[in-house]
């Protein structure tokens, strides 16, 4: 099964500074058919205005993944963590019992971001936050895997959920294969591109929700930039 959500049709707000759309329920947008896709409960889109963001603000028992797509964010907490990532890097948090951080665009220009939210596996854990470059480069044609729960991925930062994030960059008329586990599902989102995914077409910022699928095709119209998320 593969069904593409326009980005057109997503929920979102525009407040100014932030400029976010919705793949599932968030904040003020409630669709009850668009709560959460297995493990995963948040895609958001967000586009951040010049020298503006997110001011500090609580999280608990979520792993929360950032993937910056353009631009920069910086990110501070109350552990002491601090940090830059650029476009096409990944940090994570993993909330546990519970931290509070900010994340700003200190930037001269927009900075764009999908951040992610997966259940964790287990409630109650102590907090954490790491991040880490991953070259695009490193990632032509074939799908890696950016952060894991899973303790095969050794080169991937750590998740404490059944959960896998993967991205890859596609030129136009070439492809890339993910193998899905049977009873596993996928949401794919292009940071950039048109592409099909196992002949279903989409375009930059769909969504596309995966399942009863044991091998995902993407193929690209466009040289793509792919991010995919792969949950119980």
Do not use: C
Request: proline content about 5%; aromatic content about 8%; overall charge negative.
């Amino acid at each position: 099964m593969i069904d593409v959500r326009p980005f057109e049709q997503l929920g979102g707000a525009h407040h100014g500074w932030l400029n976010a759309r919705h793949h599932f329920s968030f904040a003020e947008y409630y669709d009850a058919e668009r709560m959460n896709w297995g493990r995963l409960r948040v895609w958001n889109d967000d586009e951040i205005a010049p020298h503006s963001g997110f001011p500090p603000h609580p999280h608990r028992d979520m792993e929360i993944i950032t993937y910056v797509r353009e631009g920069a964010i910086s990110h501070q907490d109350n552990l002491g963590n601090k940090g830059r990532t650029e476009a096409g890097d990944v940090q994570v948090m993993s909330a546990g019992t519970g931290i509070a951080h900010s994340e700003y665009n200190l930037e001269d220009e927009t900075t764009k971001i999908f951040q992610i939210w997966i259940q964790p596996n287990q409630a109650g854990l102590p907090p954490s936050w790491g991040a880490k470059p991953f070259p695009k480069g490193e990632r032509s044609g074939a799908f890696v895997t950016l952060a894991s729960g899973y303790e095969e991925d050794v080169d991937a930062l750590r998740i404490r959920t059944d959960a896998r994030l993967v991205a890859a960059t596609v030129k136009a008329g070439q492809s890339a294969e993910y193998a899905l586990q049977p009873g596993r599902k996928a949401y794919l989102v292009g940071a950039t591109g048109a592409f099909t995914v196992n002949g279903v077409a989409a375009k930059a910022r769909d969504g596309v929700a995966i399942a009863d699928e044991t091998l995902i095709r993407v193929e690209a119209q466009e040289d793509s930039e792919i991010v995919l998320v792969d949950v119980a």
